[in-house]
T-cell receptor, first 113, second 114 residues
């Protein structure tokens, strides 16, 4: 079946450090891949997406590349800020039927000033 | 345009009671999905509705049910509440999940079962 696995948190970084949050997936066909972010007390909001192999999604300094050969979609940012503290969710939407987006367990990020 | 609206924001119930949660999607969105979020399990898919039809359902017991109205608003009902049903229930809307559209989430309803 379809599933998403992402690294466990929490991840604690100092401001301006480099961020990587690993995400791998299992899916049949060619799913679309997403990263969502959840700030305290809020629902999730889309951070970036990629719809086919080798696509790079980017937004607000975050990037992720759709790697079909390694079934991965790792999230990266070159220099994190305190305001990036949140929970990050990797997700996929299967290309064949399903009508649902499947989420990973989430990774909490703390950024210290 | 207005975002996804979920009501109520907080609910406190006791075991054995039933509860109804409401979700109003973004205008023009016809797909509404429901998720249960808990600290240990992350986001678990409950069901998805499109044009008043349930197209997919997650692995939850029959106590969890939902429906969608002709204006795309959706309700979720949980009967015979259990302590383990305490969670944040999130509603998300999109143009159509079949076409891999991104989801727009509400702020959720925090349900506490005592």
């Amino acid at each position: 079946g379809n599933s998403v696995t992402q690294m466990e948190g929490p991840v604690t970084l100092s401001e301006e450090a480099f961020l990587t949050i690993n995400c791998t997936y299992t899916a049949t066909g060619y799913p679309s891949l997403f990263w969502y972010v959840q700030y305290p007390g809020e629902g999730l909001q889309l951070l970036l997406k990629a719809t086919k192999a080798d696509d790079k999604g980017s937004n607000k300094g975050f990037e992720a590349t759709y790697r079909k050969e390694t079934t991965s979609f790792h999230l990266e940012k070159g220099s994190v800020q305190v305001s990036d503290s949140a929970v990050y969710f990797c997700a996929l939407n299967p290309s064949t039927g399903g009508f649902k987006t499947i989420f990973g367990a989430g990774t909490r990020l703390f950024v210290k000033a | 345009k207005a975002g996804v609206t979920q009501t109520p924001r907080y609910l406190i119930k006791t075991r054995g009671q039933q509860v109804t949660l409401s979700c109003s999607p973004i205008s023009g969105h016809r797909s509404v999905s429901w998720y249960q979020q808990t600290p240990g399990q992350g986001l678990q898919f409950l069901f998805e509705y499109f044009s008043e039809t349930q197209r997919n359902k997650g692995n939850f017991p029959g106590r969890f049910s939902g429906r969608q109205f002709s204006n795309s608003r959706s309700e979720m009902n949980v009967s015979t509440l259990e302590l383990g049903d305490s969670a944040l229930y999130l509603c998300a809307s999109s143009l159509d999940q079949q076409t891999n559209e991104k989801l727009f989430f509400g702020s959720g309803t925090q349900l506490s079962v005592l």
